[in-house]
């Protein structure tokens, strides 16, 4: 048990809390500030890579990715400076993956070819539509002209770039996500994050949708429909559905997301990062404080990690569970029955299986696409004793 997390590698996550502006959909921890000193954070962040260093010596790193917040406001020399560190505190796997996330209004071609020089490999960008009157309902600041021309700085930059969109949006027609996806696949290099605009509570949309304020959501019918095409479309291009929101030429998926969907072990520092590691053969659930200057005093204390709890076998089973069944390879069930101690219940598979929600084969458990658009509906079913 103490080396599950292997069959899934090693990474390290990197949150940037800053944003140039909040968007109305967003849940993640992303904080507006007019005045940043990148020396502090880049000290505080040296800080807490010595502290996970400490204790994790010796594995071999197959990715780091800087998250947020938007990441890409991150002055290059500091991003290059903590990939140096990085470098001394692991032995990286020879394809290791640099990933930064970056926003469109914040791309600019001397500033990406420094993050290429200091050691990134590979750009996600969060385009999100492809018209600019949602872009401006999803609150974004660029317009379609400006993502279109920073994309492509980012692909003449990198060998590998990502960009997400976010679909069923207020309004949005069937006809007119497909012509979306077509243009959308005429750009993409070799991967795509395709994801079903969710409204979370605590956000601007989730605060105006409480209140009969945010129309035109799709039916669920509709939505289905969407997720459907969206997998053929990009199934017809080259690109596969490898999870339930993510599409790839074969061989470039995420590794860093692969890590997490493959119940692998991960670092997090920064405001608000989680963590999954395994420490003397028990694996631990890692939290850092959310707010950004909490997160820097605690820093200097070497408690910026707030929250470090024990994961029992059988709960460490059913997370590996619920993250291997968005993937497309599936869960390797001899895993998920020595983690959990304990077999599938046989009948509930069946009925599964003779309803079109998973399939088998050999030790392998796959959720069908229709089990997918269920998974959390699914996931109950397959648990049950």
Known sequence: MADDWQNGGFGLYIHWPFCQAKCPYCDFNSHVSREIDQKQWFRGYLAELDRVGSETQGRVLNS??????????????????????????????????????ANPGSVEAGRFAAYRQGGVSRVSMGVQALNNRDLQRLGRIHSVDEAKAAFEVARTTFDRVSFDLIY??????????????????????DHLSLYQLTIETGTAFGDRYAKGKLRGLPEDDLAADMYQITGD????????????????????ESRHNLIYWRYGDYVGIGPGAHGRVTLNGQRFATECWRNPTKWLEAVDTGSAENVRRAITLPDQADEMMMMGLRLSEGVDLARWEKLSGRSLNPDHLAHLQDIGMISLSGDRLYATQDGRMVLNTLLAEILVE
């Open 168 to 189: 069923a949006r207020q309004d949005q027609t069937l006809d007119a996500w497909r012509a979306e996806l077509r243009e959308a696949l005429s750009m993409a290099i």
């Open 233 to 252: 479309i990009c199934a017809e291009s080259g690109l596969g559905g490898y999870e339930v929101s993510n599409y790839a030429k074969p061989g470039s």
């Open 64 to 101: 780091v990715f800087f998250g947020g917040g938007t990441p890409s406001l991150m002055d290059p020399d500091v991003v290059a400076e903590i990939l140096a560190k990085v470098q001394t505190l692991w032995p990286s796997a020879n394809d290791l993956e640099v990933t930064l996330e």
